[in-house]
């Protein structure tokens, strides 16, 4: 909640500290978020062993980035169809499964870059 005696830059500060308090939450508490990050952390230990150009550092940082965003709004939505709706409801399950399909589309696009970026690479060193 918003401070009235906060100024900008305190604003700023509280904001900032309310965003790490919820990338430490995820990080420790969503096992997808876990899992998400773990791979993340493989295809950028591959990048460094594959030598990847700039531009596909970028494309690769970017879908990563992509794919814990989308797992993390999907967490949210999740979390607060949850609390309005706690039993199972018909259109709480419909809301709740087009969040889910975010992260899936997300993935799938991350999967396509990998593979743009990785492919060649594989190919020529098995060559």
Do not use: C
Not at 25 to 30: S, W
Not at 88 to 113: E, F, Q, T
Request: aromatic letters at 10%; charged letters at 15%.
């Amino acid at each position: 909640m918003k401070n009235p005696n906060d100024g900008f830059v305190r604003g700023r500060v509280r904001s900032m500290k309310f965003a790490l308090r919820g990338m430490w939450l995820l990080l420790t508490t969503e096992d997808s978020i876990k899992a998400q990050s773990f791979l993340a952390l493989l295809s950028i230990i591959a990048g460094f062993y594959f030598k990847i150009s700039s531009f596909e550092w970028m494309a690769q940082l970017l879908v990563i980035g992509l794919v814990l965003v989308a797992e993390a709004v999907n967490t949210a939505v999740e979390e607060v169809a949850d609390f309005i709706h706690p039993d199972y409801h018909k259109k709480i399950g419909l809301i709740k499964d087009i969040a889910a399909g975010a992260p899936a589309i997300a993935a799938i696009i991350s999967l396509v870059i990998a593979g743009i970026i990785y492919l060649p690479k594989i190919i020529n060193l098995l060559a």
